[in-house]
């Protein structure tokens, strides 16, 4: 039997990290699209079927409006193959989904 922690990393420390990676294994374009970004963890309680007693869990990513477009399906494969190698495997998740969404600004004062 396998001892989790069930808590992942802090976002600001995943996302340097995960940043690093990508640059480091020739991936500029795509660490460059999460600049400014953040991300949090959830799993939906089900358990995963890839090693016993850990859970399926989601990456949602919080990137400027004016990049969401750019995070096509093959982006997305390429980030998440990239999330799967850089998540500390003893937390007990098993990042199987990622989410893309708006970060949620706050309107400029003149408008």
Do not use: H
Not at 64 to 77: A, G, L
């Amino acid at each position: 039997m396998t001892e989790f922690s069930y808590d992942p990393p802090k976002s600001v420390d995943f996302m340097y990290t995960l940043r690093k990676y990508l640059q480091e294994t020739c991936k500029q374009d795509v660490a460059i699209l999460l600049t400014n970004s953040t991300c949090e963890f959830f799993s939906s309680g089900s358990f995963s079927n890839r090693r016993w007693n850990s859970y399926d869990a989601t990456v949602r990513f919080f990137v400027p409006v004016s990049r969401i477009s750019k995070f096509t399906q093959v982006i997305q494969q390429m980030l998440l193959d990239a999330v799967d190698i850089v998540f500390p495997k003893e937390v007990g998740f098993e990042i199987v989904y990622l989410e893309i969404s708006p970060i949620i600004e706050t309107p400029p004062d003149d408008e």
